[in-house]
């Protein structure tokens, strides 16, 4: 075999099963010195790791070079984990053994990086043809017409930033996004489910493959790590583009409101104020180490709030509710940190009612770490022209004093046509209603009076 390494002086007269006799007797755990005299080395030499030459594997090759590996001889004693990694003799090539306790798991040498980045970039385009057959074919665009209006509000905001001739949209957990699009990360998920499951988005095969999941036939795991393509046509079965969808959007959006996106504005007016407050209250209990839990009861006291009071206003009723939780945990009289946190709505809505019967009001400042959302900025922006409307009004007042008056002061009640309809508010008797039921509940929206009444079946008649 081609000698790679050349012997030192102190051991030439060695030959090469020899020099590996002596160390694997040198492992084996025999005196060194005895080892040094009985192989007539020179005494001068403490130790045999400085003269005896790399160890050299004749069985294991370079996959790239085909020539044989190298490493250099380990002490006694050591483990295995830190042994050295055998390299190739003649390029950068090195098998790093598995083991649980080493850094690198992978030869950092240029000929293992491209390879595996060959790999990578296979996977990346397998997984982009699962992608395309699976989500290509989509559905047709939908019309432009049939949208409502929180489908063209979301897509307004999801298109926002665009750069001209981008025909897709960046997922909303990309780097490049400063500003979320709902209040929470649930809300903006769902809004996003919706509009794919409507047929407005259609999934970008070069999204993410972190955002589906294989087990299940790449199903989508993760909405917001999705990159979408708007499918909309201002044209029948033609897609528009983005830059064009957007310009159209933004035209109708700033412009008259109609009738028809009445209940939709009326319940993202109360549903962004409501998740703001709530999302405030959450900071305030992280601060004293509460963690708020009772978010159903503490939506609908906000929702009931919402009707008189501004989210400023909840602000400083929210102030008040969490130190008093976190008195009342200190002090030693709660059952815990949880049952001090379910404290904070019904005190919220004890000192609301004590501001409503004495008159008073305390509005407080915008919280830094309660973000504004996309949506509530266009909203309130370009829709109602009203930036500070969303903070410092009562959506009840707001939508009594303002809204009705200003888009829908001329539908008064039910439109001719539904003479059976005999429904009305059970506070203020208006038509002025709306109706949503399912087979046990019936639940009316009052936009006159903005109650909103819930009534449940009793008993179920049988046919």
């Known amino acids: 075999m081609k000698p790679y390494f050349e012997l030192l002086g102190e051991v030439k007269h060695l030959s090469e099963e020899e020099i590996e006799q002596l160390y694997q007797r040198y492992l084996a755990g025999e005196k060194t010195s005895e080892l040094i005299a009985e192989y007539k080395i020179p005494v001068a030499v403490r130790s045999l790791l400085t003269v005896l030459p790399p160890l050299l594997d004749k069985q294991l090759k370079c996959p790239y070079c085909d020539l044989p590996m190298w490493a250099k001889r380990y002490a006694k004693g050591t483990p295995a984990s830190l042994r050295p990694a055998f390299k190739c003799v003649s390029c950068e090539h090195r098998l790093v053994p598995a083991g649980q306790y080493r850094r690198h798991s992978h030869c950092t040498c240029t000929a293992c990086y491209e390879v595996r980045q060959q790999e990578i970039a296979t996977e990346a385009a397998r997984n982009r043809e699962e992608l395309l057959s699976r989500y290509t074919p989509g559905v047709a665009p939908l019309a432009y017409a049939s949208l409502g209006f929180m489908q063209k509000l979301t897509l307004l905001a999801l298109l926002e930033g665009l750069k001209p001739g981008n025909d897709s949209i960046a997922p909303l957990e990309g780097a490049n996004r400063n500003e979320s699009l709902a209040p929470s990360a649930a809300t903006a998920e769902e809004l996003l489910k919706n509009l794919y499951q409507a047929g407005v ?263």
């Open 201 to 463: 988005l259609r999934v970008d095969a070069d999204s993410d493959i972190q955002a589906f999941d294989p087990m299940a036939g790449y199903q989508i795991r993760r909405f917001c790590a999705v990159r979408w393509l708007p499918n909309v046509a201002l044209e029948t079965g033609v897609r528009c583009p983005c830059d064009e969808l957007y310009g159209t959007l933004y035209q109708e959006l700033s412009g008259f409101i109609p009738i028809a996106w009445k209940s939709e504005l009326y319940s993202l007016m109360f549903s962004l104020a409501r998740e703001e407050s709530l999302s405030y209250i959450r900071v305030l209990a992280e601060e004293v180490d509460l963690v708020f839990s009772a978010a159903s009861r503490g939506e609908a006291v906000i929702g009931q709030l919402l009707q008189d009071f501004s989210v400023s206003e909840i602000y400083y009723f929210a102030k008040l509710a969490v130190k008093n939780a976190a008195h009342f945990f200190a002090t030693g009289n709660s059952k815990g940190r949880t049952h001090a946190a379910n404290t904070i709505p019904g005190y919220m809505l004890g000192t609301a009612q004590h501001a409503l019967a004495e008159g008073w009001r305390r509005p407080s400042y915008r919280d830094s770490r309660v973000a504004k959302s996309a949506l509530h900025r266009l909203f309130y922006d370009v829709v109602l022209k009203d930036s500070g409307a969303g903070f410092a009004t009562s959506p009840g007042v707001y939508w009594r004093e303002q809204l009705l008056p200003r888009f829908f002061a001329s539908q008064t009640g039910y439109e001719a046509g539904q003479p059976s309809a005999q429904l009305f508010c059970r506070e203020c008797d208006s038509c002025n209603i709306d109706v949503w039921m399912d087979k046990v509940i019936l639940q009316t929206t009052c936009y006159d009076c903005a109650t909103v009444s819930r009534f449940q079946a009793v008993y179920e008649v049988q046919d």
